[in-house]
């Protein structure tokens, strides 16, 4: 993975206070999708209906399920690889284990990335999932190159699972101040996806695995937004009876912010969508990127 700290002085770049909002999953079954994010990772209901549920930490929407009658996955195709929700503390990440190990939750990885500890899961539809507790900043910024070059270890189940076992509460819910701390993207073209992110939208490059995957933030984050050619180069877009992701939200800290982005999309060419939450862009893979503002 090679760092790419140099950039042209004449490269947009988005605000240091840019983050992600939510995601927005076309799924079969509602019910059992919300039966999985709330009774599973902790996620409390804010609002439901028979076509729709939101989903979120606290008051905060972090995830938005929407019914697609008859529609299934995919996963040969470019699309969502998974999405992060951040949790604060590393207790609060130990207790979040525990409760998955009790629950026998099928898992599919649980690893220490240096940067950060990860458990990684698939929701009952296929959508990947990353549990993730960031190490603190001053143990990375600056140290990714070196870091990511020396690879991954296996996650401290056991320090984790002493941690939970301290005394105090857990009432089963993601903390209130949880947040979507990144998604990771299927994609067809590296170069073309690149140019997007990082030419038109803003994002810093923060690393890459050569000829396979790419890694963006904003702000000096590790990572905001990832892509990678996993599915192989050229990836079909997803079918329209296709299930997965519609679109993930990139929150600018103001609505001139989100503009400014926007015109240079305008510019480039590419067709922008006013939905009541923003203006919904679709990447070079079809990935919805929703401009919204704080």
């Not at 507790?133 to 070196?146: I, M, Q, S, T, Y």
């Not at 857990?170 to 299927?186: F, I, M, N, T, W």
């Amino acid at each position: 993975m090679v760092n790419s700290a140099k950039e042209p002085e004449t490269r947009p770049l988005l605000p240091k206070a840019t983050h992600l909002g939510l995601v927005k999953l076309w799924v079969t079954d509602l019910d059992r999708q919300v039966a999985f994010y709330t009774q599973v990772i902790g996620l409390k209901v804010i609002s439901q209906d028979s076509l729709q549920a939101s989903l979120g930490a606290g008051r905060k929407e972090l995830l938005r399920l929407s019914v697609k009658p008859k529609s299934r996955a995919y996963h040969d195709r470019a699309g969502l690889y998974h999405f992060c929700l951040l949790i604060p503390e590393r207790r609060q990440f130990a207790l979040l284990l525990k409760r998955l190990a009790k629950a026998e939750v099928p898992l599919q990885g649980l690893v220490d990335h240096r940067m950060a500890e990860a458990i990684y899961l698939p929701d009952p539809e296929g959508n990947g999932i990353e549990l993730n507790w960031d190490k603190p900043r001053a143990e990375w910024e600056g140290r990714l190159e070196e870091l990511i070059s020396l690879g991954n270890l296996p996650l401290d189940v056991d320090g984790l699972m002493e941690l939970a076992d301290a005394p105090g509460a857990d009432d089963g819910l993601l903390p209130q101040d949880a947040s979507l701390g990144h998604v990771h993207l299927h994609v067809a073209d590296l170069a073309a996806s690149r140019r997007f992110y990082h030419e038109l939208l803003g994002l810093d490059i923060t690393g890459e695995y050569p000829r396979q995957a790419v890694f963006t933030s904003a702000g000096g984050y590790h990572h905001h937004i990832a892509f990678n050619i996993w599915h192989g180069k050229g990836a079909p877009e997803p079918p329209l009876d296709a299930s997965g992701l519609d679109w993930f939200s990139l929150e600018l800290p103001s609505l001139r912010a989100r503009d400014i982005v926007a015109e240079r999309l305008k510019a480039a060419g590419l067709n922008l969508q006013e939905l009541p939450e923003g203006l919904l862009a679709r990447d070079p893979a079809g990935n919805g990127v929703l401009l919204s503002a704080a």
